[in-house]
């Protein structure tokens, strides 16, 4: 199975403070995702991102959120003064551009708590 | 709205005999339907999906699904458990209005006891 990769594996921050959340995701999967899953709840999509744009967001996505692509490998997730809710299993996933029924890969996830 | 109903929190299989993660679905349109598996402390891993043909689906590890299109059912199986199959399952659907994001179920728990 191709290999996303997360960093951090798990983030302990201060409620306020600024974390970003970085994803390598697979060469040629130019589609890319953030979900996020709360203990012990589904996992939620987040964001979808192609061609340095935001294609959807969720409600979730508010202003204190925000992606992007900056050099072309890394795809991170920002999330400006994090709450105590925010804290969650992040996952990036990838897929193809191609056809839409094409299979997302997932990333190992970084664990965020917010204190 | 598309949705998955995955109605049992948890499943309990000994070791050796045959298994099935139920899920239901409701979209409009063709459904485009995926089980992924999440070990502990691990990210999603895809194991199948249906897009479109036959309506038994094989995936990963020895697992198969059913597409059921009267009962909207795309129940996973497989014919006998391992111990190492012990894990959370997600159904997902592909969200058919938008940019391919998926929609998961809430999960299901598999024990498989030796």
């Known amino acids: ?3 996303v990769t997360q960093t951090p594996s798990h983030q302990v921050t201060q409620m306020g403070q600024e974390v970003i959340l970085r994803c390598v995701p697979i060469s040629n999967h130019l589609y ?18 192609y061609n340095n744009e935001i294609s959807e967001k969720s409600e979730i996505f508010d ?3 925000s992606v992007e692509r900056p050099d072309g490998s890394n795809f991170t997730l920002k999330i400006r003064s994090t709450k ?21 890969y997932f990333g190992p996830g970084t664990r965020l708590t917010v204190l | 709205a598309q949705s998955v109903a995955q109605p049992e929190d948890q499943v309990n299989v000994a070791e050796g005999n045959p298994l099935t993660v139920k899920c239901t679905y ?11 598996v999440q070990y502990p402390n691990r990210g ?26 009267s009962q ?4 996973l199986k497989k014919p006998s458990a391992l ?3 012990s894990a959370l399952y997600f159904c997902a659907v592909k969200d058919s209005g938008g940019y391919n994001k998926l929609i998961f179920g809430a999960g299901t728990r598999l024990a498989v006891h030796p």
């Open chain 1, 1 to 3: 199975e191709p290999e």
């Open chain 1, 32 to 49: 890319f995702y953030w979900y996020r899953q709360i203990l012990g709840q589904k996992v939620e999509f987040l964001v979808s991102f």
């Open chain 1, 63 to 65: 202003d204190q959120f």
């Open chain 1, 84 to 104: 105590l809710e925010d804290s969650a299993m992040y996952f990036c996933a990838a897929r193809k551009v191609g056809t839409s029924t094409d299979t997302q």
């Open chain 2, 26 to 36: 409701s979209v409009s349109g063709n459904p485009y339907l995926f089980w992924y």
């Open chain 2, 44 to 69: 999603l891993q895809f194991l199948l999906k249906y897009i479109t043909g036959d309506n038994l689906v094989k995936g990963s590890y020895g697992f198969e699904a059913e597409f059921n299109k």
């Open chain 2, 72 to 75: 909207t059912s795309f129940h």
């Open chain 2, 83 to 85: 111990v190492s199959d």
